[in-house]
Antibody, heavy 114, light 107 residues
Framework: QVQLQQSGAELVKPGSSVKMSCKASGYTFTSYYIYWIKQRPGQGLEWIGRIGPGSGDTNYNEKFKGKATFTVDKSSSTAYMQLSSLTPEDTAVYYC???????WGQGVMVTVSS | DIQMTQSPSSLPASLGDRVTITCRASQDIGNYLRWFQQKPGKSPRLMIYGATNLAAGVPSRFSGSRSGSDYSLTISSLESEDMADYYCLQSKESPFTFGSGTKLEIK
């Protein structure tokens, strides 16, 4: 069965970086984009961008350029997103999803606080 | 960026009601429109893709339609398990953009 397993919650300090993972199983990892989506507490969904695991091709929402960086490790079928220069406005749940949007990870709660 | 204007933001309804949520696209997106359901503390769930296609496992009381640049999600007879937030997403052009969401709640 298809699964996207994300890494655990993070509590980080302002100005630091965080790298989260999204491990795919049950399908051919390189055949589908991985999307990353942000959801601030009590707010709506925001599309950060996507990566094609086969090619490494990326599309970033302009709003997140310089903030988010996507990578993949094909050997472990894992996608990563690094967020840099964190501020309290980056406090949110971050989801990964398969490009067809039919499978989602459980989300990673990132809390930015001193 | 393509703007998705979703309405209403809140929709009080009674069990058994027929309800409709709408998203209007600021540019042509063809049928590149998906609908999601999200319950508190849970990941979003795909309900409709390609504007009108029911995703796997979704009850048949859900349906999607399109009229020009207006896209609708309809629940034919509301059940208690349908109380949730709903979002549309256009996947025609990067950056993909979500509607602002509709909270469906019991009247």
């Amino acid at each position: 069965q298809v699964q996207l397993q994300q890494s655990g919650a993070e509590l980080v300090k302002p100005g630091s970086s965080v790298k989260m993972s999204c491990k795919a199983s049950g399908y051919t990892f390189t055949s589908y984009y991985i999307y990353w989506i942000k959801q601030r507490p009590g707010q709506g969904l925001e599309w950060i961008g996507r990566i094609g695991p086969g090619s490494g091709d990326t599309n970033y929402n302009e709003k997140f350029k310089g903030k988010a960086t996507f990578t993949v490790d094909k050997s472990s079928s894992t996608a990563y997103m690094q967020l840099s220069s964190l501020t309290p406005e980056d406090t949110a749940v971050y989801y990964c999803a398969r490009g067809t949007s039919d499978y989602w990870g459980q989300g990673v709660m990132v809390t930015v606080s001193s | 960026d393509i703007q998705m204007t979703q309405s209403p933001s809140s929709l009080p309804a009674s069990l058994g009601d027929r309800v409709t949520i709408t998203c209007r696209a600021s540019q042509d997106i063809g049928n590149y429109l998906r609908w999601f359901q999200q319950k508190p503390g849970k990941s979003p769930r795909l309900m409709i893709y390609g504007a009108t296609n029911l995703a796997a496992g979704v009850p048949s009381r859900f349906s999607g339609s399109r009229s020009g640049s207006d896209y609708s999600l309809t629940i034919s007879s509301l059940e208690s398990e349908d109380m949730a937030d709903y979002y549309c997403l256009q996947s025609k052009e990067s950056p993909f953009t979500f509607g602002s969401g509709t909270k469906l709640e019991i009247k």
